[in-house]
């Protein structure tokens, strides 16, 4: 199956005066790397956010904000310290008179210091329903995420689709062009061979059998097959249940050593085009598989 690793999901939730907003990007990543970013009050929730996300998300640089906000704020949540104020009051008068200043007290001088506020803590109950509020919109947020790189999934495995048949057209063309040559290349060998050897001192079984060996080291027949093997493997991966990315990852590696073995194997100038169009399609593949989760 394949699903991308970038794109970009948003969740909505509210009830009972809260409301919760969530944003998902997802960029390539080797593995499931999830960065949060979490209200004060829900910073201990983050271990909790990380499961949710594991659950459907196997690989990605996850960026995840988290906000919530308070739709009917009814009686403030700010309130004065009174004990402070009359501290930093009486403090301020002693200075007054030591210093000698006339001038009266104002309240902006007590609100200098900025802790005569102070913000009414929430209880349990309260954090406990804005969290639950906060997964539903997580959990719409995954839900668009994974929507959005299917489609991209979708396109990517369109894209390699054809690509992989490019390449096994080109491994057609090789397999032509090679058709015969071995038998070709034991034939040239011995005779070129017999030119440079006097008859007399010629062993036909010896000869026989090195020129056998080198032939054969020319063969690409074993190389095609694999190259074949490769390529159907290639797909099944695209088509089955479980995210592919890694295993297309390792296949396109051993695809690339079997084009280079066939290229230096043959020695041949109109195999050699046609392995370089395999190897620049199939860079562009490599390429492609990055995005696969």
């Known amino acids: 199956m394949i699903i991308s690793m970038t794109g970009f999901g948003r969740g909505e939730a509210a009830d009972n005066g809260f409301s919760a907003t969530v944003e998902i990007k997802s960029l390539n990543s080797r593995y499931l790397d999830i960065t949060t970013r979490l209200p004060q009050r829900l910073q201990d929730k983050e271990l909790i956010l990380k499961e949710l996300l594991q659950k459907h998300i196997s690989r990605g640089k996850l960026n995840v904000i988290v906000h919530i906000n308070q739709v009917d704020e009814g009686e403030p949540q700010i309130q004065v310290d009174d004990l402070k104020v ?54 719409d947020a995954i839900q668009n995420l994974i929507e959005m790189r299917t489609q991209e999934g979708n396109q990517l495995k369109k894209d390699l689709l054809e690509r992989i048949e490019n390449i096994d057209q080109n491994l057609v063309e090789v397999e032509q062009a090679s058709d015969g040559r071995v038998e070709e290349i034991r034939s040239k060998l011995k005779e070129r061979i017999s030119q440079l050897m006097d008859d007399e001192n010629l062993d036909a079984e010896r000869l026989e059998m090195e020129v056998a060996v080198i032939a054969d080291k020319m063969d690409i027949t074993e190389e095609i097959v694999r190259m074949r093997a490769h390529l159907k493997f290639f797909i099944e991966a695209i088509e089955q249940p479980e995210p592919a990315g890694r295993r297309l990852n390792f296949l396109t590696q051993e695809m690339n050593r079997e084009l280079n073995t066939i290229g230096s194997k043959a020695n041949d100038s109109a195999i050699a085009h046609h392995i370089v169009r395999s190897k620049e399609t199939l860079e562009q593949i490599r390429e492609q598989v990055q995005n696969v989760e």
């Open 86 to 139: 009359k501290t930093y009051a009486r403090i301020l008068r002693q200075v007054q008179d030591a210093a000698g200043i006339k001038d009266p007290l104002s309240l902006r001088n007590v609100l200098s210091f900025g802790d005569v506020f102070i913000t009414k803590e929430e209880d349990q109950e309260s954090l406990a329903h804005k969290w639950s509020i906060a997964e539903k919109a997580v959990e």
